[in-house]
């Protein structure tokens, strides 16, 4: 993942390419997803989300968690392409306001507006998928923490890139979790932070850092 964003955002690539994410589509239906659980498709949806300003889903079978393959293909089976359904939408286990909150913080949030603006952090934990995103002005700043294990926690340590964020090496600041609805505050302080994923909580963070 991290291989493939920095190709295109740090190369030329990023001249001619502007990516567009979907963790699924009517015509695939990862083994991610078959075999995954709620996390991995919050997961799924947060990295899309956040690592492109353009990004896309097959909404209903996405937001009620449908995971049933045609046999034999990556593909839904009983999709829409060939047939009206009628979804419940309000059916058990539903993610509609992960769906909604993420989407609300790339509209109030210019740094989640642009693509390129992308600076992956280094970790102690080769589960743990870390990048901090940022407005031209600096005023929007971001880390997004993802466990990219969607059975188990996973804790480590990440170290932000003070330079690429403006911050002096000893600098005192905080951090709001947006993706938790309690917005938990946390205070750090320096490069290195300790951070821990439950997938059963939640699998990311998305960080608004404060200053």
Known sequence: MRQYLTELTKSETKEFFWPNFWPNTPDILHEDLQHGNRATFIGRFVLAATLSSNYGIYGPAYELLDTEPFPGKEEYNNNEKYQLK?????????????????NAIRRNHSAFQRTFNIEFCETDNPSLLAYVKQSYDRRSQFLVVVNMDWQWVQMGSVDLPLEFLGFAADRAYRVKDLLDPQEPVFH???RRNFVKLDPLVSPAHIFQILT
């Open 188 to 190: 750090w302080r320096g």
């Open 86 to 102: 009628v979804w419940d939408w309000f059916a058990p286990g539903n993610i509609r306001e992960e769906i909604a909150r993420v």
